[in-house]
Each structure stands twice: as structure tokens, then as C-alpha cells.
């Protein structure tokens, strides 16, 4: 596996959308994993560089960004997207 214990909680892309940085805390996808981005200072109010909202899977839009993953890697996992453990 990738290290991270597997009782982390599995999120579908519905129960991710609801951790906007609105109603609950920031979250966001990638490669997978789910990462509370809450305390960073580049999501505030669940809105990243006013391009990207909380709540979504950003894969695909780490391909264009000025960084990698590994600056979401650098927030607390705190789940695994449905999709990707086949549930």
C-alpha cells in the first residue's frame, strides 16, 4: 500500500463536495487521498488562489499548477476518495 493506514475513512466525491471550507472544513482530493486544507493559508474560506474551491478532486488540475503534490502532501491526510479504493 502507500503507508497510510487503511482505516482511513473512505469519502465519495458527494460527502468531499460538503468539505467546501463553508458548511464543514477544507478538503481536497488528490491522487486518491483526501487532505484537510484548512489551516493553510493559501485556502482561505475553502478557495485556493481564487481558482480552486474546496470539496473537489484537484488531480488533474495539479498538472497545471506552479507546484506539485507534494505541497498537498504537506496537509493532514484525513481520507481516501471512493473511486480510488474501488468502493
Do not use: K, N
Not at 44 to 52: D, F, I, K
Request: charged share 25%; glycine share 12%; hydrophobic share 35%.
Amino acid at each position: 500500500m502507500d503507508g497510510l493506514s487503511d482505516d482511513l475513512p473512505v469519502f465519495t466525491r458527494g460527502q468531499l463536495a460538503r468539505h467546501d471550507g463553508d458548511r464543514a472544513p477544507a478538503y481536497v482530493a488528490c491522487g486518491g487521498l483526501v487532505y484537510d486544507v484548512s489551516e493553510s493559508s493559501h485556502w482561505p474560506r475553502g478557495l485556493h488562489r481564487s481558482l480552486h474551491w474546496a470539496g473537489q478532486d484537484l488531480t488533474a488540475e495539479l498538472a497545471d499548477a506552479p507546484h506539485g503534490i507534494e505541497s498537498v502532501m504537506r496537509m493532514p491526510c484525513v481520507g481516501r476518495l471512493a473511486e480510488a479504493t474501488g468502493r
